[in-house]
């Protein structure tokens, strides 16, 4: 056995707390400092399957705006971002937009749809 | 053309102020707003992580606007975007507003009651006295957030930013995720004037350096951008000699400081609190200028828009108030002294008559704080002694009085807020 800690801060809102995870080997032994559930969950995650909400854009043909705002539906892994934010340069969509919208759906093989965070209507 | 209450921005702050005055029963009422669209400067924060307070779930900015502009459309609350106020002036008790627009050229609204809600603009290079030349490529991050975000251009490729103020490390992983390379952010002050969360999953995340206690001293380029250079800062911010590092790159972002939009207000003749920049507000959110209020970035800066909601419905209950029953003249006003580390409050005064049962009552502090507590007190006596970990000067803080237990006590004029460090706090 051998116990290591290590230190987060929490990304979960803006209160950003210092929680610290005693782990074995990724079996987690103690999470202390959170206030709320979410904390515990993000350094659990964060210690098994590191994820990230993607915020971007997506170009809009024939819009009142050149692009509209989107974002991962849930969060993906984090060692896709960059993949997600680059397959997003490529995707062109018409007006109108609306917010909700599935722009993307299972975006780079995660599962998770792509959905339009505005309403772009036609320009 | 006549008003009962015109709401001068429709931003965050001006459409829940607007939705709290009209859910009270103000039906006379306008929003203004100068941009085509309604929703403010949250139309170009597309990231997410507004709304966990008020909507216990994690929406970009747009959407958090968005839940707002459909409710102000499902009560009809009218709002006239583009459309700027470009005078406030009083008429015995009556506020006259002067607005223009395309359709309608200059014309006047007289109200019974103003909200001040216009939010604030970036400190510029300007403000900065930064020295070199001025070249193309150098942009407040704001500037930088709306080009890329609702315009879709890309201001740069090799880009630093001076400032870690929220805006600035959400730009640093928004032209990261575009393709730009962030080599640096530079931070004059010993500590982050942003969020922690935002220091994680914006510059940790990247692999983006932040140099606390370093500026700008240099820009080169005479057509656009091609170096800065950054130095260490001492104690007093002085440049130290020996430690410039030249950077090449295109771009220079600016995130230092936002300044709240008071020069309407001014002009009306309302008081403003020097620290803050914003107007001197009462425990209703109102003004030295009867029948006016002030709310959101206007009044101080935030760095929540949750906070900026619930302030902003506490203006507009309470210009509803005065609307409607009238709201009572001051009769026992209790000042707030901030001292010892808080370097403000809103509100900086509050009235006993007029008091909500409970009074969040909002400060920031003016240096990081561990271990120490947030203290409020009346003539020696402790009411709120409440420890924290870390305070910090990005952070703001808050306390909440009740009515009732302010009542208890016998010819309270003054109440003092302050820090007070279990150890020697580090810093200056």
Redesign the interface.
């Known amino acids: 056995m051998s116990i290591s800690t290590r230190e987060f801060v929490c990304i979960g809102c803006p209160l950003g707390c210092n929680i610290t995870v005693e782990h074995d080997e990724g079996q987690i032994k103690s999470i202390t400092g959170n206030t709320c559930p979410r904390g515990a969950e993000y350094v659990t995650g964060e210690l098994t399957d590191p994820r990230r909400i993607v915020t971007s854009l997506v170009k809009v043909e024939g819009g009142e705006l050149p692009v509209v705002s989107v974002k991962t539906r849930t969060a993906i892994p984090k060692d896709k971002i960059f993949d997600c934010t680059r397959a997003l340069r490529d995707i062109v969509v018409s007006a109108p937009v609306h917010m909700g919208d599935v722009v993307a759906a299972d975006i780079c093989s995660t599962g998770i749809d792509v959905i339009a965070t505005k309403t772009v209507e036609r320009g | 053309m006549k008003k009962d209450l015109i709401i001068i921005g429709g931003g965050p702050a001006g459409l829940a102020a607007a939705i709290a005055a009209k859910e009270a029963g103000v039906d006379d009422l306008l929003v203004i707003e100068r941009d085509a669209v309604l929703g403010g400067i949250l139309?170009q924060c597309?990231?997410?992580?507004f709304g966990?307070?008020t909507f216990k779930e994690?929406l970009?900015g747009?959407?958090y606007a968005?839940r707002y502009i459909e409710k102000a459309k499902e009560l009809s609350i009218p709002c006239e975007c583009g459309t700027m106020v470009v005078d406030l002036a009083l008429s015995d008790d009556r506020k006259l507003v002067t607005v223009m627009n395309k359709q309608k050229g200059l014309y006047t609204i007289e109200a019974k009651a103003v909200i001040l809600a216009m939010g604030c603009r970036e400190r510029s290079r300007g403000a900065l006295n930064i020295p070199g030349y001025r070249p193309a490529g150098i942009y407040s991050a704001g500037t930088a957030q709306r080009y890329?975000?609702?315009?879709?251009r890309m201001p740069g490729k090799e880009v630093v930013i001076l400032g870690s103020g929220d805006i600035g490390l959400i730009m640093a992983r928004r032209m990261t995720?575009?393709?730009a390379k962030v080599k640096v952010v530079a931070e004059l002050m010993p500590y982050s004037g942003g969020?922690?969360?935002n220091?994680?999953?914006c510059l940790d995340?990247f692999g983006i350096p932040l140099k606390l206690s370093h500026t700008v001293v240099d820009i080169k380029g005479k057509e656009r951008v091609e170096s800065v250079t950054l130095a260490q800062v001492d104690e007093k911010l002085k440049p130290i000699p020996g430690t410039e590092e030249e950077i090449a790159c295109d771009t220079l972002l600016l995130s230092c400081g936002l300044i709240p939009e008071n020069e309407l207000s001014t002009a009306l003749g309302v008081a403003m609190n020097p620290v803050t920049n914003g107007p001197l507000v009462n425990e209703s959110l109102e003004t030295n200028i009867e029948g006016v209020f002030a709310c959101g970035n206007v009044l101080h800066v935030h760095?929540?828009v949750d906070y900026v909601s619930e302030e902003s419905a506490l203006a507009g209950r309470k210009a509803a108030q005065f609307l409607t029953e009238g709201l009572a003249r001051p009769d026992r006003t209790i000042s707030i002294r901030a001292v010892n580390g808080v370097r403000y409050t809103v509100p900086a005064m509050l009235d006993l008559s007029r008091m909500e049962e409970k009074q969040l009552v909002r400060f920031r502090v003016g240096n990081v704080y561990q271990d120490a507590a947030v203290v409020v007190s009346a003539g020696g006596q402790e009411l709120i002694n409440r420890k924290k970990?870390?305070f910090a000067p990005g952070?703001m803080e808050q306390v909440i009085l009740t009515k009732k237990q302010l009542s208890l006590i016998p010819e309270l004029e003054e109440l003092v807020i302050e820090i007070r460090e279990a150890k020697q706090g580090e810093g200056r």
């Open positions: 139309n597309i990231h997410n992580g966990l307070h994690e970009t747009p959407e968005g890329v975000n609702i315009e879709g995720l575009e393709g969020l922690k969360r220091i994680v999953q995340d760095d929540l970990k870390v952070e």
